[in-house]
């Protein structure tokens, strides 16, 4: 019997993309991790990366199961299928029912169909995923990991929105959260590297990607954090607005008679860095076109920065003590220049930088920035999201294998 470790397949099916990594068990870094892209509509493609290789394909019949049949050629290619022991997959909506990652059963592709109310785009695309793999790969347990898990630890005053309370009793409109297996993650790694007490902890962590979001975390639990109902809640992103008042969103619909679906366009893909810089949603390119004098990048990023800090501020709030604050995603984990604007406006809570640690820690390094005598420590810790579905799939397939020895 062959002695290598075991692979896990890490599916993340969405409206027209099937995100995939594989892993094995014993190494947080994939083996083999793409995308498939343009499902369902001309010139879909599914790209191939390797440590040092990348390959696209085109794929002929374009939907999701011709995305899959490729990727188990690829693997079996790579001589891999048969090591093959588990499937995870990334699941945006869990409401209310899930709490934690699970395996997949009848009843649990029923109940994640039904989260699909509070999360139309994300969660039908992820029960076509998961119907479409366990067809093909049948003989192996398949585990569902949420966005939302990590945050049903949120007490009321944290997850209620000042509604009609038959709103939240009837169609369950409450708070939710997302990013939360990213937080999980980053959490464990920053009390690791700040050498934490593991049940006795107070963090702020900033995961800042194309989209962006805040949470605090106590003892290793989540008690409050920016995104709501849906991601669209919060901190401002690349494409997506973040807070506004919902008396604004009144206002534009009625001035400009949009449309339901219009207005779900504009808060989603016209706004953020986006629609404030009127050039990209892209932070980098904006630090870049903010460097050439361009106004509207300017003060994009300085009111992404704005509102971030008043976040991070307010999270805090929610802490027994602020032990750190940790950024991560690709701003928080490599924008020297985001992470030094947002401590500067954190200086009211005695947050200050080490600006020589600061300018060093990028591309995927972990690190301690702030200087001595900060009130608390601020600290980079890349996320590895793949890699949290990873341990939970291992974990929930060998308690199946103990419960059914
Ligand atoms: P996603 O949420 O899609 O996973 P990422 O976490 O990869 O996104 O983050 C993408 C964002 O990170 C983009 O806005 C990109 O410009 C930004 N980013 C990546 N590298 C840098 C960098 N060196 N400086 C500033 N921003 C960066």
Redesign the pocket.
């Known amino acids: 019997m062959s002695a290598e470790p075991r692979l896990m397949l890490v599916l993340n099916s969405g409206s027209s993309s099937l995100k995939f990594a594989v892993h094995d068990t014993e190494h947080p870094t994939p083996l083999l991790f793409g995308l498939a892209e343009r499902l369902g509509g001309e010139n879909a493609v599914i790209t191939f990366r390797e440590a040092d290789r990348k390959k696209v394909l085109p794929l002929e019949a374009a939907n999701h199961t011709a995305a899959l049949d490729a990727l188990l050629a690829e693997l079996s290619h790579h001589g891999w299928l048969d090591r093959l022991a588990a499937v995870g997959h990334r699941v945006a909506h869990g409401g209310e029912r899930f709490t934690h990652s699970t395996l997949i059963t009848p009843d649990v592709i029923a109940d994640i169909d039904a989260c699909s109310a509070l999360a139309p785009l994300h969660n039908p695309a992820a029960v076509l995923g998961i119907r479409m793999a366990l067809a093909r790969l049948p003989n192996i347990p398949h585990a569902a990991v949420f966005d939302t898990a990590f945050h049903q630890t949120l007490k009321p005053e944290a997850y209620l929105y000042a509604l009609p309370m038959s709103l939240y009793r009837e169609q369950r409109v409450r708070r939710y959260g997302f990013h939360g297996t990213s937080y999980r993650f980053v959490a464990r790694e920053a009390v690791r590297l700040l050498g934490l007490d593991p049940a006795d902890h107070g963090l702020v962590i900033a995961h800042l ?3 962006a979001s805040a949470t605090a975390v106590q003892d290793g639990q989540s008690v409050d954090t920016s995104m709501g109902m849906t991601p669209l809640e919060g901190l401002v992103m ?1 494409t997506r607005s973040g807070d506004v008042d919902p008396g604004a969103l009144l206002h534009i619909m009625r001035m400009l008679g949009l449309s339901v679906d219009q207005l779900d366009a504009l808060l989603n893909k016209q706004s953020g860095l986006l629609g404030l810089s009127e050039l990209s949603n ?4 904006l ?1 870049a076109a903010a460097e050439r004098g361009h106004a509207g990048a300017q003060f994009g990023l300085e009111v992404f920065v704005h509102r971030l800090a008043r976040y991070v501020g307010g999270l805090a709030m929610s802490l027994r003590r602020l032990d750190a604050v940790v950024f991560t ?3 928080g984990e ?2 020297v220049r985001m992470r030094a604007m947002t401590v500067t406006r954190l200086r009211a809570l005695g947050l200050t930088l080490d600006e020589a640690t600061n300018a060093v820690t ?1 591309g995927g390094q972990a690190g301690l920035i702030s200087a001595v005598g900060s009130s608390a420590r601020i600290a980079v810790v890349p996320t590895n999201e793949e890699w949290m579905i990873v341990c939970d799939t291992a974990e929930l397939a060998d308690r199946a294998v103990l419960e059914s020895a």
């Open positions: 990607g194309n989209g690349g892209d932070c980098r390119e630090e995603g690709g701003i490599n924008s990028t």
